[in-house]
């Protein structure tokens, strides 16, 4: 088992800044990847961006390509999406998820992770 725990949600104006964390215990193994998905009211789910644990590999999804950046601490078994030039469109919940066997960090369908963390809500201001 492998928990995961979100932080650093919270409201802000369009074009700033947010930074969410992702953190993970128990069986990890620093292999396989962590994907950051969001799911705002009434739409589906959809793929953020994702990094693998052992090379720090990243994939985006382009709607926020050259705004957000995935990073990751080993040593920290945590994850962090740094999202920058924020937009309304922007709002949702977001979620990190983890796979625990990857062959690089393609993996954009919410099916293809196993453990998911609970989420935490993003809100941008217009």
């Keep these: 088992q492998v928990q995961l725990v979100e932080s650093g949600g919270g ?14 215990s128990g069986r990890t193994r620093n292999t ?18 994702s990094i693998s644990w052992s090379a720090g590999s990243t994939y985006y999804t382009d709607s926020v390509k050259g705004r957000f950046t995935v ?24 979620y990190c998820a983890s796979r625990s066997v990857a062959l690089g960090p393609y993996y954009t369908q919410a099916r293809d992770y196993d453990y998911w963390g609970q989420g935490t809500q993003v809100t941008v201001s217009s």
């Design 32 to 49: 396989g990847i962590v994907g950051w998905f969001r799911q705002a009211p009434g739409k589906e789910r959809e793929f953020v961006a």
């Design 71 to 94: 990073s990751r601490d080993n040593a920290k078994n945590s994850v962090y999406l740094q999202m920058n030039s924020l937009k309304p469109e922007d709002t949702a919940v977001y």
């Design 11 to 24: 409201l802000v104006q369009a074009g700033g800044s947010l930074r969410l964390s992702c953190a993970a």
